[in-house]
T-cell receptor
Framework: NAGVMQNPRHLVRRRGQEARLRCSPMKGHSHVYWYRQLPEEGLKFMVYLQKENIIDESGMPKERFSAEFPKEGPSILRIQQVVRGDSAAYFC???????????FGQGTRLTVV | KQEVTQIPAALSVPEGENLVLNCSFTDSAIYNLQWFRQDPGKGLTSLLLIQSSQREQTSGRLNASLDKSSGRSTLYIAASQPGDSATYLCAVASSGGYQKVTFGTGTKLQVIP
């Protein structure tokens, strides 16, 4: 859905570098969910954030991954010291307030070389 | 823990055929179920959303049904077209104060002209 904006669309990082992925939810939405899609696998929940709060990070790897959603600006998913296994598509989503339909961004495809 | 399975993993059909994609889930305490389409290298497009209280939803040539008691949903595509070729994902939102969606691994559909 065009309302959920992710950037960059493609990101290439060398092993050991940091990756920053950004997500701006639809106007009027103050929450985001991040998902990761590894090659040939289904989407897996990573973290759910509301403005200035992490609500559920049960899907986040314990090390190197962090997420924030500041009062102003987009949500950021940060991956420190990237490794080849981090190569994946990362999606963020929000949910409609009326019928709870999910809206996804176009994703960021991270390639670690 | 909710688990979502989609069968078949891949399907190839000639143009014009009617087809059924299957989705099964292990925990019947769901909030809703949503079918998505994902084109290669692209994001997710929502096709149909079925609330837990509903039995089916229809949009054009698509019809999705939900049977919570048996933990199943089907996506019916009538008169398939080459443009329907994509991966179809089933996503189940669990009951609770917020939604944490569990995705199936998808059915990759190819419609042959």
């Amino acid at each position: 859905n065009a309302g959920v904006m992710q950037n960059p669309r493609h990101l290439v990082r060398r092993r050991g570098q940091e990756a920053r992925l950004r997500c701006s939810p639809m106007k009027g939405h103050s929450h985001v969910y991040w998902y990761r899609q590894l090659p040939e696998e289904g989407l897996k929940f990573m973290v759910y954030l509301q403005k200035e709060n992490i609500i559920d990070e049960s899907g986040m790897p314990k090390e190197r991954f962090s997420a924030e959603f500041p009062k102003e600006g987009p949500s950021i998913l940060r991956i420190q010291q990237v490794v080849r296994g981090d190569s994946a598509a990362y999606f963020c989503a929000t949910y409609g307030t009326v019928n709870t339909e999910a809206f996804f961004g176009q994703g960021t495809r991270l390639t670690v070389v | 823990k909710q688990e979502v399975t989609q069968i078949p993993a891949a399907l190839s059909v000639p143009e014009g055929e009617n087809l059924v994609l299957n989705c099964s889930f292990t925990d019947s305490a769901i909030y809703n179920l949503q079918w998505f389409r994902q084109d290669p290298g692209k994001g997710l497009t929502s096709l149909l959303l079925i609330q837990s209280s509903q039995r089916e939803q229809t949009s054009g040539r698509l019809n999705a049904s939900l049977d919570k008691s048996s933990g199943r949903s089907t996506l019916y595509i009538a008169a398939s077209q080459p443009g329907d070729s994509a991966t179809y994902l089933c996503a189940v939102a669990s009951s609770g104060g917020y939604q944490k969606v569990t995705f199936g691994t998808g059915t990759k559909l190819q419609v042959i002209p």
